[in-house]
């Protein structure tokens, strides 16, 4: 299904993924880096504290691989996640949460009741807020762009 925007995504399944991956990550059309959340956490682990669930912006890696290692090294007491998936947002950072789909990722990190997850969700999305309009004013001014029709000097 399309809009005027382009492709319409489905709220459903992107529910679903929300509701059931321990690990997910979200590109954006805009600007490189991934949302990536982490909703696994311990308790507590091998130094005597507790590893919380994870709402990061990361850099993007090339595979699947390349993020499990990422992941290894990040937080190596959880293991390998047992569902992970991805999925690419074709609108705005606004429509994210306009759409509710921020209030499900949101709920879904708040809901292991560890102290700073809303904090942490708020905080990711102003930080996303800002990468896409940095974007957008990078492109309006041809910042890390290139025009294939550049305006004729006068």
Not at 72 to 77: A, C, E, I, N
């Amino acid at each position: 299904m399309y809009t005027e925007n382009g492709l319409l995504v489905d709220i459903s399944e992107i529910t679903d993924i929300v509701r059931h991956a321990d690990v997910f990550a979200v590109s954006f059309r805009l600007f490189p880096e991934r949302l990536l959340i982490d909703t696994r956490y311990d308790d507590t682990d091998d130094t005597g504290g507790c590893t919380l669930p994870m709402v990061a912006i990361v850099d993007p890696v090339s595979t699947v691989e390349e993020r499990f290692f990422w992941l290894g090294q990040h937080r190596p007491v959880l293991g390998m996640p047992k569902n992970f998936m991805f999925f690419h947002w074709p609108h705005s950072v606004r429509y994210l949460d306009e759409s509710g789909v921020w209030d499900r990722i949101r709920n879904r990190v708040t809901s292991t009741h560890f102290a700073g997850a809303r904090e942490t969700c708020d905080h990711a999305l102003r930080d996303l807020l800002v990468r896409e309009r940095e974007a957008t004013v990078d492109a309006i001014a041809g910042s890390r762009y290139q025009t294939l029709w550049s305006a004729r000097e006068r």
